[in-house]
Each structure stands twice: as structure tokens, then as C-alpha cells.
């Protein structure tokens, strides 16, 4: 799951499991959070978002989980593949007066996938 | 089409000098947003736009960060008198309005000497 720090949490899963990252969030008035996955050398690539008044979302081969009750953020991958080793980085809009959204991120899960 | 592109993609720079970050994002993409990504670390929020206006200046890290943004499009990120813990990459993201999602250009990687 997400941490704060300078050690990257690590999953390892073989290659057709399924994958659950976990991502803990701090500001309970957060109305908005993204999944991005970040590979080596490139830019953090959006996944799926979901807004606070949900709780579950469904993407093609992924589905994030919100439970604002203990303020965890859970990101499935079905099926997972070679391609799906990255970084993953949880984020929360804890918003400001302009609507904008500032996004604060965590610090990353690392998915190894193993053949 | 065209995502949001950053120049140069790696910058190594010598304790002291200036170094500016080019960002153009996504053509038609009003909210701009600038990043810093020290190593094995999350994103830190550095500064938005809308527009050519920087409405949200709070995460600049010091006096020596500035940027600024023209015609609503190129957006520059200037580092004056670097330090060896600017050495990060700095990542640029747009946004077609400031409530939609946030897509990443591929960063510049800052190395300060």
C-alpha cells in the first residue's frame, strides 16, 4: 500500500492474477482521486478517477474502490500483464477556493509483474 | 494527437546557474500545471495556471522558482541560482478545464552539479 517515505512499496504478482494496490488518504473533505501509472522515464499516465459520492468504478480491465469511512483507495487490475509493471501513484484533489484541482499525490506502489 | 511535450528532456546544470523548463501542453487545454518529482518520491504541486494567470502560487519551494505562461499556451518554469536539491524532474501537466483530468508530459530530469 501507499506510504510516505523514501522506500517504494513493492507487489509482485504473476502474470494472469489479479492485482489490488492499496492507497490510504489523509484530507477526509477530498472529493475527487486519480490512479496514475508511472513507467520508467515518462510521465505518470491517467488510469481512472473517481469522485466522492461513488464508491466503485469500473474501467476496461480496472476497478477502483473508495471507502470514505476509513479514507482508503483501492486500484484492481484483472488479469495482470507484463505491460502493467510500473509505478502506481494514488492522488487526492483535496481542492481549493478556485475548484482547480490540486492534486496531492502519494508516494507510489511498485507492480512487478512475474512471468 | 499531441500530448503535452517538455523541453529539454534532461538538463545537467553547474550549483548557481539559472536553468528554464518549457512546458507546451495540450492545444485548447486552458489549466496548466507544474509538478516536481524528486527520485523514488510522489509528485509535489508546484504552481497552476488557468488561463495566463497563476491563480495558486503555494507550492513554489522558494523565491528562486518562478514561472510564467503566454498566449494561454507555452508555459516556462524558471529556476534561478540552482542548488543541488532542485535535482528532480519536473513534470508538466494541462487540463482542458481546471475540474477535468490532468495529463503528464514526460518531464525534464534536473540535475544540479
Known amino acids: 500500500g501507499e506510504s510516505v517515505g523514501l522506500h517504494l512499496p513493492t507487489l509482485s504478482v504473476q502474470e494472469g492474477d489479479n492485482s489490488i494496490i492499496n492507497c490510504a488518504y489523509s484530507n477526509s473533505a477530498s472529493d475527487y482521486f486519480i490512479w496514475y501509472k508511472q513507467e520508467s522515464g515518462k510521465g505518470p499516465q491517467f488510469i481512472i478517477d473517481i469522485r466522492s459520492n461513488m464508491d466503485k468504478r469500473q474501467g476496461q480491465r480496472v476497478t477502483v474502490l473508495l471507502n470514505k469511512t476509513v479514507k482508503h483507495l483501492s486500484l484492481q487490475i484483472a488479469a495482470t500483464q507484463p505491460g502493467d509493471s510500473a509505478v502506481y501513484f494514488c492522488a487526492e484533489n483535496r481542492g481549493f477556493g478556485s475548484s482547480a484541482r490540486q492534486l496531492t499525490f502519494g508516494s507510489g506502489t511498485q507492480l512487478t509483474v512475474l512471468p | 494527437g499531441a500530448g503535452v511535450s517538455q523541453s529539454p528532456s534532461n538538463k545537467v546544470t553547474e550549483k548557481g546557474k539559472d536553468v528554464e523548463l518549457r512546458c507546451d501542453p495540450i492545444s485548447g487545454h486552458t489549466a496548466l500545471y507544474w509538478y516536481r518529482q524528486s527520485l523514488g518520491q510522489g509528485l509535489e504541486f508546484l504552481i497552476y495556471?488557468?488561463?495566463?494567470?497563476?491563480?495558486?502560487k503555494s507550492g513554489l519551494p522558494s523565491d528562486r522558482f518562478s514561472a510564467e505562461r503566454t498566449g494561454g499556451s507555452v508555459s516556462t518554469l524558471t529556476i534561478q541560482r540552482t542548488q543541488q536539491e532542485d535535482s528532480a524532474v519536473y513534470l508538466c501537466?494541462?487540463?482542458?478545464?481546471?475540474?477535468?483530468?490532468?495529463?503528464f508530459g514526460p518531464g525534464t530530469r534536473l540535475t544540479v552539479l
Open positions: 495556471f488557468q488561463g495566463n494567470s497563476a491563480p495558486d
Open positions: 501537466a494541462s487540463s482542458q478545464s481546471p475540474a477535468d483530468t490532468q495529463y
